[in-house]
């Protein structure tokens, strides 16, 4: 395929062609020396057709008629010089405005953002393991509120099937709870109150003595609790399980359960009741 290089310089090629030419061009050693031959030839041949204009110039000056002074003669010799230096310039100055070739480049693949992991169900998300004496706190339940919000002291139907008898388990039997039902705590000025945990329980074997966790609840969630913790349980002198384990609290005034249950399965051994300030209705 043969190229037409003054076509291109003169940019007489239409849109196609010159895509045609400069993609060849961009591949081709021996047609992008060949452009630089000509445009350097036509830089050269450009110059010297301004200089054969001065020249022809020169010759067709008519004859002085007169001897003239020194100062005033060949006054138009520094004219004729600047304008030849102001011709060559801007030739040169066009010449090399051509386009010149751009070596192809493969476009860039953008990159994807990685796909989010997929979100599980709260019923089906593996918990992950807890330590013994770590709590948990939801985030959300830390922050304070000025005033008691009523809503907060509503009992919640699906916990208060469970305060009446207590205990759901018949071979476990729990004794000597604290904190007793519907015992109010009072916030200090930090807003924070410290529950006491205790109690023994009858039928646990020893197995199964780092089985069960300790859960609060808010009254309106009855599923995700706002606290949870392994409880601690020890033996007495007598060889009964005993718990007793104090918990610092920093949470909305309102109505809480607190529950012994599994921490496999999460099946609740017991459910008791409390309250954290006073409602103001």
């Not at 945990?197 to 300790?214: N, P, Q, R, T």
């Not at 109505?255 to 409602?279: P, T, W």
Request: proline fraction near 9%; include cysteine.
């Amino acid at each position: 395929m043969t190229f037409d290089i003054n076509a291109y310089i003169e940019g007489r090629l239409d849109a196609e062609e010159q895509a045609r030419f400069e993609a060849e061009l961009a591949q081709n050693p021996a047609l992008r020396e060949e452009l630089e031959q000509e445009r350097e030839l036509r830089e050269h041949l450009a110059v010297m057709r301004v200089r054969s204009r001065v020249r022809e110039a020169i010759r067709e000056a008519p004859p002085e008629k007169a001897p003239a002074p020194a100062w005033r003669l060949k006054w138009w010799m520094p004219a004729l010089v600047a304008l030849l230096c102001i011709g060559g310039y801007w030739l040169w100055q066009t010449s090399r405005s051509e386009p010149a070739a751009a070596p192809e480049t493969l476009p860039q693949q953008q990159s994807q953002p990685p796909l989010p992991a997929p979100q599980m169900p709260p019923a089906n998300r593996p918990q992950a393991e807890q330590k013994p004496g770590e709590t948990r706190q939801r985030p959300a339940d830390n922050k304070r509120i000025a005033a008691a919000d009523p809503a907060n002291f509503r009992t919640n139907t699906a916990m208060e099937r469970f305060i009446d008898g207590g205990l759901r388990s018949e071979a476990l039997k729990f004794s000597a709870v604290a904190p007793a039902n519907d015992a109010v705590y009072i916030p200090d000025e930090k807003g924070r109150v410290t529950i006491r945990f205790s109690g023994k329980i009858e039928g646990l074997s020893d197995a199964a003595m780092d089985a069960l966790v300790l859960a609060v609840y808010n009254n309106r969630d009855a599923n995700t609790p706002v606290l949870s913790l392994p409880l601690a349980l020890k033996k007495d002198a007598t060889g009964k399980i005993t718990f007793d384990h104090r918990q610092q609290m920093d949470v909305p005034m309102g109505l809480y359960y607190f529950a012994m249950e599994e921490k496999e399965g999460g099946e609740r051994m017991y459910v008791g009741r409390l309250f954290i300030g006073k409602s103001d209705k």
